[in-house]
């Protein structure tokens, strides 16, 4: 697998992640979280040491912004991943505290070698 391929790989493996070991089904208009109706409070910008104290406020999800200029296909699968850690631990964090993540892949941050292609 090429190294561009692998970032696009997760990228979409992460576009999924909703949450640990629960299952979302879309029917119509609803989305369905573990059998039931889903709505997203969600919040923008918000560090992880503010998941819990958003938690209490009824915040149920947060909006992760996934710059797409971290990653770059000259560099390393390692070190890609590596790029991409801090979210994942982020992402971690929202789990823990029973909220959902949805992903922003932020092509506002467009990285230069994708424009040089």
């Known amino acids: 697998m090429t190294r561009s391929a692998m970032i696009v790989a997760l990228m979409l493996f992460c576009?999924?992640?909703v949450h640990a070991g629960e299952r979302v089904v879309i029917r119509g208009r609803d989305v369905l979280l573990d059998g039931q109706l889903y709505l997203p409070h969600g919040i923008v910008h918000a560090?992880?040491?503010q998941f819990p104290v958003i938690r209490k406020l009824g915040?149920?999800?947060?909006h992760?912004?996934?710059?797409f200029r971290k990653f770059d296909p000259?560099?390393?699968d390692q070190e890609n991943l590596a790029a991409f850690s801090p979210f994942l631990k982020m992402a971690d964090e929202a789990h823990r505290h029973g909220q959902t993540v949805i992903w922003l892949l932020s092509?506002?941050?467009t990285p230069d070698w994708l424009w040089q292609r």
């Open 15 to 17: 576009a999924t992640i």
């Open 47 to 49: 560090s992880a040491d």
């Open 59 to 62: 915040i149920n999800s947060v």
């Open 64 to 67: 992760i912004d996934l710059p």
């Open 74 to 76: 000259q560099r390393s």
């Open 107 to 109: 092509f506002h941050y």
